[in-house]
C-alpha cells in the first residue's frame, strides 16, 4: 500500500483543493470507511438522515453531517467496527414541484408530457441532485460507506415498507379512517404541520345570525371563513356562560342551507370571553371543530373540494372558487338581513411553504 505522492516543497499555507481530494480518493480507494461484519469488535452503525434530492446541499446539512463524521472518527479511533450507510430521500412532494417549476420555464406542465414522460423528467431530476448531494458529502470529507449507498426507493426498501405495513395492519398497530390534514389544493396534496408557513394576514371576522328554529330569537357566531358555513352542523356554548343558559339541546336554522342543527355545550371548543360566546362547528374544516364534532357526535360535510372549489355539498354555491363563494355567502347573508357585523381582524394564515397557497384544513382518510 502506498500513500499518494507528497510535494517536496510545502506551500506556504494550507490549500485543501490540493490536498484534500486526493486524500479522499485514497481513503476510499483503500476501502478505509467500508465494513463487513466482524463477531470480534463491538459495532457501532448509523443511517444517515437522508438529504432530499430537491437540490443542494446547505449549511444546515454541513453541520449535521460534521457532526456525524466526526463521532463516526471517534468510534474508529476507539477500535470499534464502525458503519455509516449513506443514501438519499426521494422528497416525492418536493421533487415534483421542482420538477413542474422547471417544466414551466420550457413553457410546458406534466400534462403536456404525459405521466411516463414525467415520470423520467423526475428520475432524471433525482441522478443529477441526488449525485450532486453524494460529491457533496464526499468533498466534506464525510467516512460513509459509499458501497453501500441507498435510495429511499431502491426496491429493497419498497418491498421492506410494504411488508411491514402489512404486519403492521396485520397486527392491528394501524388502522384507516378520516382526520383533519393541512392540505393544499395547488399541490394537491396534504402537507404536516412543518410543512405549512403562516402569515399575519389583514382580514375580518363576519358575525353572522343563526336564527332559533322555534323562532324565538338569533345566536350570533363569528367566522374568518364565512364560507365554510355551509357545512355547519351545530353551534356550540359554554355550558358556564349565563348569557346562553337554557340554549343547549335547542336547534338553529342554518342560515342558507336550512338546515336545523343543534346547539351543544362544550367546555372545550368555546372560550367565554371571547366574542359573543357560540362558535360554528364545521366538522370537516377545522381540527378544533372536528374533535368537538366526534365530542358531540355531529355529522361531517365538506363543502370546499380539494381542488379549492365548492362542492355539491355547498348547494347553490358548488362549482365557485372558495373566494368567489365567501364574497357571494356574505352578500346572501347581508341581503337575508342576517349579517350582524364585519370587524376588521389580523390573523395567522396557513400557507403551503412550496408553492405558498393559502391552505385548507380538509377531511381525508389517513392512515
Request: charge should be negative.
Amino acid at each position: 500500500m502506498s500513500a499518494p505522492p507528497q510535494s517536496a516543497e510545502l506551500p506556504k499555507g494550507y490549500e485543501p483543493h490540493s490536498v484534500e481530494g486526493r486524500w479522499y480518493e485514497f481513503w476510499d480507494r483503500q476501502g478505509f470507511f467500508h465494513a463487513e461484519p466482524d463477531p470480534t469488535r463491538e459495532s457501532y452503525c448509523i443511517t444517515i438522515p437522508p438529504p432530499n434530492v430537491t437540490g443542494e446541499l446547505h449549511m444546515g446539512h454541513a453541520l449535521q453531517h460534521s457532526i456525524h463524521d466526526a463521532i463516526l472518527r471517534w468510534k474508529r479511533m476507539k477500535g470499534f467496527n464502525t458503519l455509516c450507510v449513506p443514501g438519499t430521500d426521494h422528497a416525492g412532494i418536493g421533487t415534483q414541484r421542482l420538477v413542474e417549476r422547471a417544466l414551466a420555464s420550457e413553457g410546458l406542465n406534466k400534462y403536456d408530457l404525459g405521466r411516463e414522460k414525467f415520470l423520467e423528467r423526475m428520475w432524471d431530476w433525482t441522478e443529477q441532485y441526488g449525485g450532486t448531494i453524494l460529491k457533496q458529502l464526499r468533498t466534506l470529507g464525510c467516512t460513509y460507506d459509499w458501497r453501500r449507498t441507498r435510495f429511499t426507493l431502491d426496491d429493497g426498501y419498497v418491498k421492506a415498507v410494504l411488508q411491514s405495513f402489512v404486519d403492521y395492519y396485520d397486527r392491528g398497530w394501524i388502522y384507516r379512517g378520516t382526520r383533519i390534514t393541512n392540505w393544499c389544493p395547488s399541490c394537491q396534496t396534504a402537507l404536516s404541520d412543518l410543512e405549512v408557513e403562516y402569515e399575519e394576514v389583514a382580514g375580518h371576522l363576519w358575525h353572522l345570525r343563526y336564527p332559533f328554529t322555534d323562532g324565538n330569537g338569533f345566536v350570533v357566531v363569528a367566522t374568518t371563513r364565512p364560507e365554510t358555513m355551509l357545512g355547519d352542523t351545530g353551534v356550540a356554548i359554554h355550558p358556564k356562560d349565563p348569557r346562553h343558559e337554557g340554549e343547549a339541546g335547542r336547534t338553529v336554522t342554518l342560515p342558507l342551507m336550512n338546515r336545523e342543527i343543534p346547539v351543544v355545550a362544550d367546555g372545550q371548543l368555546v372560550d367565554p370571553e371571547f366574542g359573543s360566546g357560540a362558535v360554528k362547528i364545521t366538522p370537516a374544516h377545522d381540527p378544533n371543530d372536528y374533535e368537538a364534532g366526534v365530542r358531540n357526535d355531529l355529522e361531517q360535510i365538506t363543502v370546499i373540494g380539494k381542488d379549492g372549489a365548492m362542492t355539491e355539498n355547498a348547494g347553490i354555491y358548488a362549482g365557485l372558487d372558495r373566494y368567489e363563494a365567501r364574497k357571494r355567502v356574505v352578500a346572501d347573508l347581508e341581503a337575508q338581513g342576517l349579517l350582524d357585523h364585519i370587524d376588521d381582524y389580523t390573523h395567522a394564515v396557513g400557507h403551503c411553504e412550496r408553492c405558498k397557497t393559502v391552505i385548507e384544513p380538509l377531511l381525508t382518510e389517513q392512515w
